[in-house]
């Protein structure tokens, strides 16, 4: 990604998300699929990657809802700070959790390509990351 592009990005994320809780929020999750992604970069085998890619794309797909439920907290429950507003803890216990779950993810997805690991244990963190979203969801209406 360019320099420029990036400086835009960052400051449109800054206005639309704030620099407190929720863009903290919104950016744990796109650190955890990076690190998803880093880490499936280096495995040899083409169909466990190609699994685990699958995978990798369903979590990209729900950065788009993050971003959403961020945006939409940062107008409800304004924050620039990083104490949890009022009426906000549900979503932001489970906006924290879904990173949390993305981040072991990505362990599970590093155990695979050791070999030491399955892929149905990826999966079942992946769906406890989108779980975590659908209970973010729930708790924004």
Not at 29 to 52: A, E, F, M, N, P
Not at 79 to 106: I, M, Y
Request: charged share 30%; glycine share 8%; aromatic share 4%.
């Amino acid at each position: 990604m360019k320099l420029f592009p990036r400086r835009r990005r960052a400051r449109r994320l800054d206005k639309e998300l704030g620099k407190g809780l929720w863009r903290q929020a919104h950016d744990r999750y796109v650190r955890g699929l990076d690190r998803y992604h880093q880490v499936i970069d280096g495995v040899k085998d083409d169909s466990t990657y190609s699994q685990l890619v699958l995978i990798g794309d369903e979590l990209a797909e729900q950065l788009d809802t993050v971003y959403e439920l961020c945006r939409r907290a940062q107008i409800s429950h304004f924050s620039d700070g990083l104490q949890v507003p009022g009426g906000a803890t549900k979503l932001h216990s489970s906006l924290s959790r879904a990173a949390n779950h993305l981040a072991t993810t990505a362990e599970a997805a590093a155990m695979v390509r050791l070999g030491h690991g399955e892929l149905v244990a990826v999966r079942r963190r992946a769906d406890q990351v989108k779980e975590a979203l659908k209970d973010a969801s729930d708790a924004a209406v």
